[in-house]
Every structure is written in structure tokens, then in C-alpha cells.
């Protein structure tokens, strides 16, 4: 999120990102360092991750962007950074939505170190429960998004987060997606 927000307004618009996140999050920052000094390596507290995701969708939001917009590249960057050469060229040649809610808990754990999901496709929709720790809405709907893209990845034409649900890690998130037929 953040190396997506600089290269998009700029590495000088760091500094009043981490200007905008409270504490506790905002120690965990360094606002002169690329990325704010975050390592993108390992998983990060839940709450950090949401208390960045509220910044940089607000951040991005004031400038320029719609909340959707951004949702929407933040999760295309997340997955597409994520994913090798190889692993896309299998979502892309072998990989079916059905797959894709089969491998739900899978792709999960490459992003989270608590909770689970589950997927089920009907038609042209999926249906995914998760149940995880505290969180944000803007963060959950950022998996949302992330969900998106590797649908988009799958060949799925016009793939979208029709509704979402946060349940904050207080109860269960669902979201449905749906995606042109084939």
C-alpha cells in the first residue's frame, strides 16, 4: 500500500501520510524512509495494516482518486507483487474461479498469520466467509480487491466486489464477488 501510494503521488507525500496515522501505529514508522521504513517481508499486525490502509485511501482520496479506484490498484499491486512469473502463467492458463475458492485458505496464509477463509462458486459468483483478527473496513476491503484481481487473473472478465460485509474480527466478513460468464 504505501510503495504504491509513493510511486503514485511521490516519495515527498510520505512524510504527511505518516503525519496522519496515530498512535500507537505512527512509531512504527519512519517518515524520512522509503516505504516508511516498512519491510515488505513478513506479516504485519492486522491493526497496523488497517490503520496504514485508512491513511493511504484517504490520503489518495483527497488528491485525486475515488475510494473504489484506489481500492482497486491497491489490490492489483498486491497481488501482481506477490505472484512470480510462473505462479501468474498457472492462474492464468490453469486456475478457474472454482480453483481459486479451493486455494482460498492458501492464497490467505501468503497475506495473514491469523484466521481463515472459505470460498464456494455458483454461476458466476463467489461467496467467501473470513474470520480473522481485528481489523479495519478499508483493510478488509482491500482483500476484497485483492480477490479481484486474481479472479481477473483466472481469465474472469469484468470481475467485481459486489457486496461486502466487514465484521472488524468481532464476527465474520464475507464479500461476493461476480464476474461475466465466460
Not at 53 to 59: H, L, M, T
Not at 66 to 90: K, P
Request: hydrophobic share 45%; charged share 20%.
Amino acid at each position: 500500500m504505501v510503495e504504491w501510494f509513493a510511486s503514485t503521488f511521490g516519495p515527498a507525500a510520505l512524510p504527511e501520510l505518516a503525519a496522519s496515522i496515530e498512535a500507537p501505529w505512527c512509531e512504527e514508522l519512519v517518515a524520512d524512509r522509503p516505504a516508511l521504513g516498512i519491510i515488505p517481508a513478513g506479516w504485519y499486525d492486522e491493526r497496523l495494516a488497517s490503520a496504514l490502509a485508512d491513511a493511504v485511501v484517504a490520503a489518495a482520496a483527497a488528491r485525486s482518486m475515488t475510494e473504489a479506484e484506489v481500492l482497486r490498484a491497491i489490490g492489483a499491486v498486491t497481488v501482481d507483487r506477490s505472484l512470480g512469473r510462473v505462479s501468474r502463467a498457472a492462474l492464468e492458463w490453469f486456475a478457474s474461479p472454482e480453483t481459486t475458492a479451493i486455494s482460498a485458505q492458501m492464497f490467505w496464509r501468503f497475506y495473514h498469520s491469523t484466521g481463515s477463509i472459505s470460498a464456494s462458486v455458483a454461476g458466476s459468483s463467489m461467496h467467501a466467509v473470513g474470520n480473522w483478527g481485528l481489523h479495519g473496513k478499508r483493510w478488509c476491503a482491500i482483500v476484497g480487491a485483492s480477490a479481484v484481481r486474481v479472479l481477473e487473473h483466472t481469465g474472469c472478465g469484468d470481475a467485481r466486489l459486489e457486496r461486502h460485509t466487514c465484521g472488524g474480527g468481532e464476527r465474520s466478513c464475507e464479500m461476493t464477488l461476480r464476474w461475466s460468464p465466460r
